[in-house]
Antibody, heavy 117, light 112 residues
Framework: EVQLLESGGGLVQPGGSLRLSCTASGFTFSSYAMSWVRQAPGKGLEWVSVFSNIGGSTYYADSVKGRFTISRDNSKNTLYLQMNSLRAEDTATYYC??????????WGQGTMVTVSS | DIVMTQTPLSLSVTPGQPASISCKSSQSLLHSNGKTYLYWFLQKPGQPPQLLIYEVSNRFSGVPDRFSGSGSGTDFTLKISRVEAEDVGVYYCMHSIQLPYTFGQGTKLEIK
């Protein structure tokens, strides 16, 4: 069974940092691009970042560019999202998702990030 | 960025009746490779989104055949032939023809 398990969320002050992790199982992790998508409380979905499985290319939404860094460790089947200079508007549930030819097909349960003083 | 506009934003449907959701994109989602990068997701209450339809009209694994997708270019539709109680939640369309991927605002389906 394909599973994704996010961790690392929590409460952080504005300007602080967090690193989210997403551990994958049930599929060949290195063969797929992986994405992060977030959802602010009571709001819709916002794509955040993707790490390609080919060439190591990474892409970011303008809202997080320069502050967030996506990375992966294929030996550990794990995707990461390093979040720096956090703002109140980054408060959201962060989902990692396996990419199927351009769309997230399998999603984790999410991890909540709250940025507040 | 491509803007995805869904209508209606909410609908209330009697079980057994059909439902339809429209999604319009600000640019064509038809790629030069012939594929159209339009997807539909359902987010049930308290759950992560789940993929229903990929590339306009293909049902994802395990999705009941009462769900169908259609459309082309910039205009797309998700139809549920006979709504069931388990179909409640928020439906989102999404494109992936270019970065950034963007989602529609979501359509909340309730049961009457």
């Amino acid at each position: 069974e394909v599973q994704l398990l996010e961790s690392g969320g929590g409460l952080v002050q504005p300007g602080g940092s967090l690193r989210l992790s997403c551990t994958a199982s049930g599929f060949t992790f290195s063969s797929y691009a992986m994405s992060w998508v977030r959802q602010a409380p009571g709001k819709g979905l916002e794509w955040v970042s993707v790490f390609s499985n080919i060439g190591g290319s990474t892409y970011y939404a303008d809202s997080v560019k320069g502050r967030f860094t996506i990375s992966r460790d294929n030996s550990k089947n794990t995707l990461y999202l390093q979040m720096n200079s956090l703002r109140a508007e980054d408060t959201a549930t962060y989902y990692c998702a396996k990419d199927l030819g351009g769309t997230p097909d399998i999603w984790g349960q999410g991890t909540m990030v709250t940025v507040s003083s | 960025d491509i803007v995805m506009t869904q209508t209606p934003l909410s609908l209330s449907v009697t079980p057994g009746q059909p439902a339809s959701i429209s999604c319009k994109s600000s640019q064509s989602l038809l790629h030069s490779n012939g594929k159209t990068y339009l997807y539909w997701f359902l987010q049930k209450p308290g759950q992560p989104p789940q993929l229903l339809i990929y590339e306009v009209s293909n049902r994802f694994s395990g999705v009941p055949d009462r769900f169908s997708g259609s459309g082309s270019g910039t205009d797309f539709t998700l139809k549920i032939s006979r709504v069931e109680a388990e179909d409640v939640g928020v439906y989102y369309c999404m494109h992936s023809i270019q970065l950034p991927y963007t989602f529609g605002q979501g359509t909340k389906l309730e049961i009457k």
